[in-house]
């Protein structure tokens, strides 16, 4: 527990990808987790994946990483699975307690591979649009 101090180092993490000041190799399967809990808390599901849709292919294409490696079902994913475990949480934490909550629930980023083959992930489907995941039922 603890990953972040305070709302305003979160807001600056989120601050760091959208901007693309973070290093490519610097924002973190947590931070992802920890940017994803800010948008769905300052906006709907739709608003926060679109949010993060665009952050990421912005991020990507600044870094020179190429957008062919983003990946929609995974993006979709984790959004789903950071609100699922943000409405466990309740309403009574704060935006930091949320985040560090979350961020210590999904620990493994591998988790998605127990719902999705890696087969399905790598499809050209997955990739471009949602797919439902083939392994375990969301």
Avoid at 6 to 30: L, M
Avoid at 45 to 72: C, K, Q, T, V, W
Wanted: charged share 25%.
């Amino acid at each position: 527990m603890g990953h972040y101090q305070n709302e305003a180092e979160i807001q600056a993490v989120v601050r760091g990808f959208e901007s693309c000041a973070t290093g490519k190799d610097a924002f973190s399967h947590a931070d992802h987790l920890a940017a994803a809990v800010w948008y769905l808390q300052h906006s709907n599901e739709a608003e926060a994946l679109s949010a993060m849709r665009e952050g990421l292919l912005r991020f990507l294409n600044h870094h020179g990483i190429g957008a062919d490696i983003y990946n929609e079902s995974i993006t979709r994913f984790w959004v789903v699975m950071v609100l699922r475990r943000m409405k466990e949480l309740g309403p009574g934490l704060s935006l930091t307690d949320l985040a560090n909550a979350v961020v210590d629930s999904f620990t493994k980023s591998r988790l998605v591979s127990e719902y999705y083959s890696e087969e399905l992930l790598k499809s050209a489907e997955a990739k471009r649009g949602w797919v439902e995941p083939d392994l375990k039922a969301l």
